[in-house]
């Protein structure tokens, strides 16, 4: 049996109906870029936040540079955030201009650890990049404490957890704004590249949909900026999906569930989740004993089933580290390379149906009897 990663097409077939309905609807209204349809879903995606406002841009990526750039952050300011998490955290802060400082994560949930994050505040400190890591916040009322006493912004990078939330607290609730990716892979993804950025501070919106369209806040009136437009065509597609991400996140939650029933004895390290949050899953990331990461990920390849890391190599880690950027590393990261050299993410996708799930856990626990 061959069981895949993704499960995009898989997804395409089930909503075919109404995603080819919103597809044509673009098509055939001759407005592709800047239209009623962006528009429409900028509305909807902060509704569905409890923020004011939303602004598409064209990643996840473009989201955290521009909010950055659009809250004043750059050359000679610092960032504080982790390396245990998708490259480009860290690179939309170094394309901002801003000096990164990475402090480790939580060994449990992997998310940025916040006793760690006090240490590395210096007068130069000017925002926490908080991730919320394979789909489970990270502890944001601790975060945003930090953030009064210090004066700083908070950012969440929420590229990979639509549809969480904290034990007391939402997404958006606590934070200046939330970025998000809608890459095809994230559990809100089109087909192809989209972000955005969401806040109950409107300036701050204002100030990206300049940015994304040239600096331009009116037809032929242009001051400095970029070109970052969420295209029409994905917000249709994303408006589609915005109706399914709650059926979503549960059919997701689900096969967790089963993972985790099916596994607790095996051997490997399973997914934390702290007490009253809603782990939504975008990953669902094992942990094995240390050196023996890479023949399981061999052993499941060979068996058809396409594992993945996530990541194996922590952003400090990487060939090359800083490239002339400016970063600084605070304290141990121990944690997060640890994860780096023991993580394994399962299929994890809401439509991985139940052989492909009984046959992973199968091939695990053949695995685990053999060499655990
Ligand atoms: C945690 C995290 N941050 C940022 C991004 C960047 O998003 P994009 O690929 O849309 O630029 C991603 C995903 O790709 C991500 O997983």
Known sequence: ???GFYGHVRQYHNLKEDLDKAISGVLESGSYVGGPVGKRFEGELAEY???????????????????L??????????????????FATAEAAWIAGAT???????????NIDPDKIEEAITPKTKAIIPVHLYGQCAEMDKIAAIAK??????????AQSIDAHGDTFKIGELSDVVCT?????????????GGAVISDNTEVIDTIKRLRNHGSPARSKHSFGFNSRLDEIHAAVL?????????FSDQRRAIAAKYDAALADCGLVLPTTLPGYRHVYHLYVV?????KRNDLLKHLQAQGIDAKCHYDIAIHEQEGYPWGKEARIVGSMANSEKNAATCISLPMYPELNDDEVAYTIEQVLAWCGQNL
């Open 181 to 193: 990716s809608f890459i095809i892979q994230k559990n809100l993804g089109t087909f192809g590249d």
């Open 1 to 3: 049996m061959k069981v």
């Open 149 to 158: 006493k210090h004066g700083l912004a908070v950012l969440e990078d929420n």
């Open 239 to 247: 408006s589609v999906k915005l109706k399914h991400i709650t059926a």
């Open 49 to 67: 936040f409890g923020l004011k406002a939303a602004a598409g841009v064209n990643s996840g990526t473009d989201a955290i540079w521009l909010a």
């Open 100 to 110: 990164v400082v990475f402090v480790d994560s939580r060994p449990d949930t992997h």
């Open 69 to 86: 750039m659009a809250l004043g952050i750059g050359p000679g300011d610092e960032v504080i955030t982790t390396t245990n998490t998708f």
């Open 287 to 291: 942990e094995t004993p240390v050196g």
